[in-house]
């Protein structure tokens, strides 16, 4: 009898709201990926309030083009798949980040003791080595979750 087979959890990562918004509003552009990833269980997207409100704010944006049917929709399919943080609080020392807006995302972060937060935004991101969580783009997430964008 040999070991048993190694069961993968699902990473836990903290979503920037524009990666989000990519993955959701562009069915078919580069982060469609992502969808797919927290359908198939590999990913669980941690969300909090804030980022929630964030999100259904950006989503009405004009320019993306959704109704008010289409954004319930998507953030419906979203949540189906993530996991709510009510009210993140951490005593960690958080990394200085130079835009106020995006310590959400670190505090959520730290908060549920996330395995990565995912982003684009050069404001996070050079935040990574002086971080205790991982701080990465969407490829990186591809490549450590071995999903195909």
């Known amino acids: 009898m040999g070991a048993p087979p190694e069961v993968k959890r699902p990473r836990r990562v903290v979503i920037d709201t524009n990666v989000v918004v990519s993955a959701l509003a562009f069915r078919h552009g580069q982060l469609a990926w992502l969808r ?21 704010q950006v989503l009405a944006y004009p320019k993306f083009g959704l109704d008010a049917d289409q954004r319930k929709l998507a953030v419906t399919q979203y949540m189906e798949h993530a996991e709510t943080v009510k009210t993140p609080r951490t005593r960690a020392r958080l990394p200085t980040c130079r835009d106020p807006d995006d310590e959400k995302f670190l505090r959520l972060g730290y908060a549920a003791k996330a395995d990565a937060i995912v982003t684009g935004d050069r404001d996070l991101l050079v935040l990574a080595d002086e971080s205790k969580i991982a701080i990465i783009p969407p490829a990186e997430l591809a490549q450590v979750t071995g999903v195909r964008p």
Do not use: D, K, Q, Y
Request: charged share 10%.
């Open 36 to 56: 797919a990833a927290w359908a198939a269980g590999v990913l669980v997207p941690v969300v909090s309030g804030e980022t929630l409100a964030e999100l259904l």
